[in-house]
């Protein structure tokens, strides 16, 4: 596989910034992009330079010559959309969250295995150098027995009832689109089932606006998180332990740069890495890297970890009485 043809699925916002980045990265075809029209397939493919354009995703997944497919659309559709393209034996990238629910992302984990293929949800966030840099300093023990975790990200997002973030039929709501990365952050570093979960959900018409969580884990490790649409904050992500801290900066999810503080408080250590193009480099090159070796999982984005986030979410979800049109 010397060049990696990829199929792109949707043509919304973040599917720009995907197809901009691929043009950058070294390897990458931009072979064919999908869209519910073919007008708007045929104006992304000529705006972005995709060799094709299919005017629905059925066509794109029945295309022999893709060798993996970025799903971008609203989460309420990732279930429909990533089955059709493992059934027809396609690698797999889809957006985060991956699913709606646990037994949504069971049954495209055991497709992918039947059929032998890739599957990665796209959380950026832990392919990134930056918070590769954080855990490694974790790992090195430079701030002790991690104890505590403490990550907010929260926007104004101004009320529109036909954005799919405020459209309960789309998976809209909080919980899935921002608050999916604390929680990864939570089950990434302090891992394992929580002995704890306790959410508060600001809930109205049908989606959550702001969510507030804590998880205590066995041992007395905690996380806090809110996240949300309703308060504009810096979206820092805080990592203590015994013997310091780590601040991953602004908007931690795609923050170039990590401070790490000693017992006393001290800068101890901070580091910067630009981005190469967009920042979402990172996940195409994990993708590109899990291809050529045939891998069909992620090291840095595996199918447990996302497993264990989906969990997190459904009993957030449970506890606070959110449910998804269908469920
Ligand atoms: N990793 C990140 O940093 C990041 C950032 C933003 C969003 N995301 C994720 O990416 C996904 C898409 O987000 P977005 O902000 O790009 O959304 P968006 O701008 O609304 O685009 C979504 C696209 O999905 C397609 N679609 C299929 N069914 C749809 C439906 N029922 N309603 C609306 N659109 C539908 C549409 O493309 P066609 O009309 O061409 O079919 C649409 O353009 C979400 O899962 C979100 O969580 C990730």
Redesign the pocket.
């Known amino acids: 596989m010397e060049k990696i043809r990829w199929g792109i699925?949707?043509?919304?916002?973040?599917?720009a910034?995907f197809a901009k980045t691929l043009a950058a990265v070294k390897d990458a075809v931009l072979y064919a992009a999908?869209?519910?029209?073919k007008e708007?397939?045929q104006a992304?493919a000529d705006e972005f330079g995709f060799a094709k354009s299919y005017g629905s995703?059925a066509e794109l997944a029945a295309d022999p010559d893709i060798d993996a497919v970025y799903i971008?659309?609203?989460?309420?559709?990732?279930f429909a959309?990533a089955k059709l393209c493992l059934e027809h034996g396609l690698n797999v990238l889809c957006?985060?969250?991956v699913t709606l629910s646990v037994p949504q992302l069971q049954e495209l984990l055991a497709i992918a295995k039947e059929k032998d293929v890739f599957f990665m949800e796209?959380m950026?966030m832990k392919c990134r150098p930056i918070y590769l840099q954080a855990k490694k300093w974790i790992s090195e023990g430079r701030i002790g027995e991690v104890r505590m975790i403490k990550a907010d990200f929260s926007n104004l997002v101004p009320y529109m009832p036909e954005?799919?973030l405020y459209?309960p039929?789309?998976?809209g709501g909080a919980l899935?689109?921002l608050t999916v990365y604390p929680l990864t952050i939570a089950a990434d570093i302090l891992g394992g089932e929580p002995s704890e979960i306790i959410c508060d959900m600001n809930i109205s018409g049908g989606v959550d606006l702001s969510d507030t969580i804590i998880l205590r884990y066995p041992g007395g490790a905690h996380a806090s998180i809110f996240a949300g649409f309703e308060l504009p904050l810096r979206n820092t992500a805080l990592i203590s332990g015994t013997e310091g801290s780590i601040i991953l900066g602004d908007w931690f999810?795609?923050t170039c740069d990590a401070v790490l503080f000693d017992s006393s408080r001290n800068e101890a250590e901070k580091i910067q890495i630009p981005n190469q193009f967009t920042g979402?480099e990172y996940e195409v090159e994990e993708v590109h890297r899990c291809l050529r070796e045939g891998r069909k999982e992620s090291t840095l984005v595996p199918h447990s970890g996302t497993m264990e986030v989906m969990r997190l979410m459904d009993q957030c979800r449970k506890q606070c009485g959110l449910t998804f049109p269908g469920e």
């Open positions: 699925i949707g043509t919304g916002k973040i599917a910034t999908a869209s519910r029209t708007r397939a992304f995703y971008a659309t609203p989460m309420a559709s990732h959309d957006e985060k969250s796209a950026w954005d799919r459209r039929d789309c998976g899935l689109d999810h795609c979402y």
